[in-house]
């Protein structure tokens, strides 16, 4: 009957209740808890309830972290440090090793700091990026976080690279996927080809084209041909990758792209482009212009069938519609099929 009333005062908690169910309940170590816990909001100490909690209950390592959060803050640092390392000596769990690491980083100790925050992605299937930002801002260097911080786990090298391409680590990112070479499995394609995109995106062209060559020449968007709608334009997938239907209700702009894709370097190799060009439609052509600086290097109506590129720099194909001078805006549908890349010396 004591313990069932002690724990009718901890499920309706305040300070006097939580006093009593200890007083009550002495060897019960969630109620020191829950009391050390009310104290610390209310701005009180909290320390002597999580100490109790800690004497009554030793082999749960967060009660030896809540301590030592406790103790770091009251200033008592020594004792803080010990208290959560020996969280650390009782669990290798990831909560207890990020504790470890926060706290050494805290205290601007890279070495201890190293340790643990390697420890913690050695074990982690979270969302390591907290731990990125703290290893980038305590150790400066890239490379030592690489070298000395990250473990040989490929899904902590994936996180890595896409963390260091969304802060525009663009080195960073390069020298990961460098590591992490061509997929292991299935699961690395996904990451691998948003990786790609986001630096071919940003003009990293030879670290971007790199990895989707190691992908197979596969699976990342901005390689792909893709549908450009807009304002009286609309794209049907009828095939992917290899027929569309354009259609244009004569709202569009005067010059408009609907289609487009970015060819990788040649090596100086012409490049030609092919589609069947059958029927009447005024005002569509093809241009191709250098990857990141837009300068135009080939144009072609759509009549003629094919489009030759000389330039041996990456470049972005785009199917335009443009009003040629005197006429109405299109309106209709255009078939665009059976497109091909080939190359010749």
């Known amino acids: 009957m004591r313990r069932g009333y002690a724990e009718i005062l901890y499920a309706w908690p305040s300070r006097d209740r939580l006093e009593r169910a200890t007083a009550i309940d002495p060897g019960n170590a969630f109620h020191h808890v829950a009391l050390g816990h009310w104290q610390e ?30 103790e770091e803050i009251a200033g008592n640092i020594p004792e803080a440090e010990r208290c959560l390392l020996e969280a650390g000596r009782r669990s290798r769990k990831y909560d207890v090793r990020w504790a470890l690491a926060n706290f050494y980083y805290r205290r601007q100790r890279p070495a201890e700091f190293i340790t643990w925050a390697k420890a913690s992605m050695e074990m982690a299937y979270t969302d390591l990026r907290p731990l990125f930002d703290l290893a980038s801002s305590l150790l400066g260097d890239g490379a030592r976080v690489r070298h000395e911080v990250l473990p040989e786990r490929r899904p902590v090298w994936l996180q890595y690279a896409l963390w260091a391409a969304s802060n525009r680590n663009w080195d960073e990112a390069a020298a990961a996927a460098e590591k992490l070479g061509p997929p292991a499995e299935p699961s690395d394609r996904p990451p691998l080809a948003g990786l790609a995109n986001v630096l071919i995106e940003n003009r990293r062209f030879d670290e971007g084209f790199r990895v989707w060559r190691r992908l197979g020449s596969r699976d990342v968007p901005r390689m792909e041909w893709t549908p450009l709608a807009g304002r009286g334009v609309s794209v049907v997938v009828l095939e992917p990758g290899k027929r569309w239907r354009v259609d244009l209700n004569g709202d ?51 009549a003629d069938g094919y489009l030759q590129v000389l330039s041996p720099e990456a470049v972005t194909v785009t199917l335009l519609y443009e009003r040629p001078p005197g006429r109405m805006r299109f309106e209709g549908s255009l078939a665009v099929e059976a497109l091909a890349v080939r190359e010749s010396r």
């Open 41 to 70: 909001e209310a701005g009180q100490d909290p320390r002597p309830a999580y100490r109790a909690a800690v004497e009554r209950l030793p082999a749960d390592a967060l009660l030896w972290v809540r301590l030592g959060l406790a």
């Open 252 to 302: 569009q702009a005067e010059r408009c792209a609907v289609l487009t894709r970015l060819l990788p370097p040649a090596s100086g190799a012409l490049r030609e482009l092919r589609w069947k060009a059958g029927g009447q439609n005024p005002g569509f052509l093809w241009e191709a212009a250098t990857a990141g600086k837009g300068q135009v290097v080939a144009r072609a109506s759509w």
